[in-house]
Nanobody, 119 residues
Framework: QVQLVESGGGSVQAGGSLRLSCAAS????????MGWFRQAPGKEREFIAS????????AFADSVKGRFTISRDNAKNTVYLEMNSLKPEDTAVYYC????????????WGQGTQVTVSS
């Protein structure tokens, strides 16, 4: 069982930056692929970024490529999402997610953290 707690959300003006953190419980963090998703009001939850268990492989949605960076610190059981050049359309609740062990299938979700970008 993995429990995920996000932090670092808030309000920022367009062009600004935020760093989200996701702290995971349990001893198997380093064996889970991790990801970030977001959901804006009235829209479906969408994939933003993912990182492999080793941190070597990352992937990003086209909408954030070049602006967002994902990283992880397995010693701290934490995954990060660095968000730069934020746009009003980045406004959403951001969720951290973990895969089932040995797979890339999402099994665990955090409670979400709000990010609001004003123009």
């Amino acid at each position: 069982q993995v429990q995920l707690v996000e932090s670092g959300g808030g309000s920022v003006q367009a062009g600004g930056s935020l760093r989200l953190s996701c702290a995971a419980s349990g001893r198997t963090f380093s064996r889970h692929s991790m990801g970030w998703f977001r959901q804006a009001p009235g829209k479906e939850r969408e994939f933003i970024a993912s990182i492999s268990w080793s941190g070597v492989t990352t992937a990003f949605a086209d909408s954030v490529k070049g602006r967002f960076t994902i990283s992880r610190d397995n010693a701290k059981n934490t995954v990060y999402l660095e968000m730069n050049s934020l746009k009003p359309e980045d406004t959403a609740v951001y969720y951290c997610a973990a895969s089932a062990l040995g797979t890339v299938t999402i099994e665990y979700w955090g409670q979400g953290t709000q990010v609001t970008v004003s123009s």
